[in-house]
């Protein structure tokens, strides 16, 4: 029986979105209860990146069906960065409390 990737690779992408998404409101929820664990606000937007990266990967990548996204791809990509950069500010600003 012959798989196919892009279907594996789409199981994959929303395996790892789920995951982030269920991490990020447990961050989230924790950071709200307890003032001390907002020190974990930075890895949001880590995760969100993360995300954002792979699915842009995932744009870039054709399969047997699907032709390349550059568009959505380059937009990922741009998240990517904005959200490592938020990351970073975040990381900075509750570091020092």
């Not at 994959?12 to 929820?29: P, Q």
Request: net charge positive; charged share 15%.
């Amino acid at each position: 029986m012959k798989r196919r990737q892009g279907r594996e690779n789409a199981i994959w992408l929303d395996a790892v979105s789920l995951l982030c998404a269920a991490a990020a409101v447990v961050i989230g929820v924790l950071s709200w209860l307890m003032p001390e664990a907002r020190r974990f606000v930075p890895a949001v937007f880590g995760l969100a990146a993360v995300v954002n990266a792979l699915y842009g990967l995932d744009c870039l990548t054709p399969d047997e069906t699907h032709q390349t996204n550059r568009s959505g791809a380059v937009l990922a990509i741009v998240m990517t960065v904005i959200m490592a950069g938020l990351a970073v500010v975040t990381g900075v600003v509750f570091g020092k409390g």
